[in-house]
């Protein structure tokens, strides 16, 4: 062999090898989730595939990801085999759908396939009599012009037209009968299938370029922020009766607008900042605030009844519970104050989150907590008794703000709003009103009168408290009232009577703790004098004001 031709081997024998090592390849890659961690706002999503990559370099597609997802949040791992990641990018992919799993939309297409067939079935039956009159009205002459007309085929040929006619514009009716309905029913179609192909958005895909010197299976790890998810606490508070500790459900309303469904994978509801990044963290000065507490009551807005509550009735009426009849998927975002140090809620099993926007309740925790329940009653402002609960360890919940379903004795009272702001040692909980404990506040007229001493005037006012337990347990109860003040020089108001109350000069309230034992009544009785001068008229009772209606 010439030396030229063994040079010429030598080369080739080099550069083929070379050659083959250098060619990148590319494969696309399905990464199945394997966790999503739900944020206030926003998720992150983990996901992991298992490839075998044989020794060269590589181009890895993974496809199908959120078209929502943060491309500055992409972290990839691998583990197994000898991988050298070289880059990372990331696009959407406006080209290429993601793959559509839903059955119902493959049904909702040959529903409306059929409803057309349908809908130019009638179409064809419509022109068919249309043309059918058309002849009948072109083919009426029965005689020529020298011709004398048969009065037997006339009137049988009458006949025959007005019974062809009443036929056809029958038939039009029909027609126009089932068209109606075959329309609405192609409209109602299309809707639903508008809807679910909405979620056919498209799809992210991220990019590696990476290099394997050797053949093995490599496992990828994906980690990245998406938005469009969030997550809102709501609880579920049961009082069986005023024996037994209160049971509290912790639940989380979900929500999932990424574009890509979750199926059967894990969940954990985190309070972390889903943005936070590497930075650490830098403490700025704490400066301590008064926190001036807002007094909330039952029914309508806000009263002065109820000063220490952390959870008050917004409504008592009777109202769906929102995770058995899931609302409509219409919500906004709103600030609530939370505890600096995060909290991860990991879900002990897994669950699914269609990329519907709809809310889909989790079960967080539940627990029972010890209690101590007190009954409370301002008979001025309010005929009804109301029941409150104080509990303790709560501390172990991590609480946040939000929405409470109230449950007392098997019946739902109402929902209720968490206010987490003025937590103390004790969670003070207003659980309504209560009809089994009666209240009965009147004005005694036989003690109560007029006088004139000396170019004054004296009025004297008594008033009766009942207070009945017609529960089968003791309660304890507390009754408040007030007897008025006075700013003015002029008029002195003296107290005559107050049974045993606590008295509040300043402020003029009239505070008594007892208890009731099942059965059992208690009546109350204060009074007072004003004293003014003769010439003056004073005004003694509060009044209310409310808007009614007007006819003249």
Known sequence: MSTKKIYYSLLLAILIPFSIFSQETEKEINASIEEVRIHLQGAEIIRTASVTLPRGKHKIIFTGLSPKMNPSSIQVSTEGGDVNILSTTSQINFMKKREQSNPAIQILQDSLVIVSDALQALQDREMAFAQEKKLLESNQ????????????QLKLAAAFYRERFLEINQQFSKIKKERKSVIS?????????????????????????????????????????????????????TVSNLNQPIKIKYRALAFNDTGVDWEEVKLVLSTADVNQNATFPVLNPWYIQENIPQAYGIGQGRL?????????????????????????NQFVFQEIEISELSNDFEIALPYSIPADRKPYSIMVNEKELKANYQHYSVPKMDKDAFLL????????????????????????????????????????????RDPKVLVKRTKVKELTKKQFLQG?????????????????QPIDFELLDQIPISNNKEIDVNVKEISG???????GKLKWDFKLQPGESKTIEFSFSITYPKGKE???????????????
Request: net charge positive; aromatic share 10%; no cysteine.
């Open 141 to 152: 002459v029965l005689s020529g012009k020298e011709k004398a007309v048969d009065f037997q």
């Open 389 to 432: 609960g104080q509990v303790v360890g709560w501390e172990e919940l991590d609480l946040m703000p939000g929405p409470m379903n109230i449950y007392y004795d098997k019946s739902f009272i109402g929902m209720a709003q968490l206010d987490t702001r003025n937590l103390s040692d004790t969670l003070n909980l207003s659980l309504g």
């Open 501 to 507: 109350a606590q008295y509040y000069e300043n402020t």
């Open 538 to 552: 004073i005004k003694i009772d509060k009044k209310r004001k409310m808007v009614a209606p007007r006819y003249f």
């Open 456 to 472: 004054k005037k004296k009025m004297t006012s008594t008033y009766r408290v009942t207070v009945k337990n017609n529960r089968n």
């Open 185 to 237: 029913k192609k409209n109602n179609l299309q809707q639903q299938l508008n809807e679910l192909n909405a979620h056919d958005r498209p799809s992210s895909e991220i990019y590696l370029s990476l290099n394997s010197s050797r053949t093995a299976t490599t496992t990828f790890r994906l980690r990245y922020v998406v938005q469009g998810a969030g997550w809102s606490p709501i609880y579920d508070l």
């Open 304 to 328: 002065n009844a109820i000063q220490n509550s952390n959870v008050y009735i917004q409504q008592e009426r009777m109202q769906k519970d929102f995770p058995n009849n899931q609302p409509n």
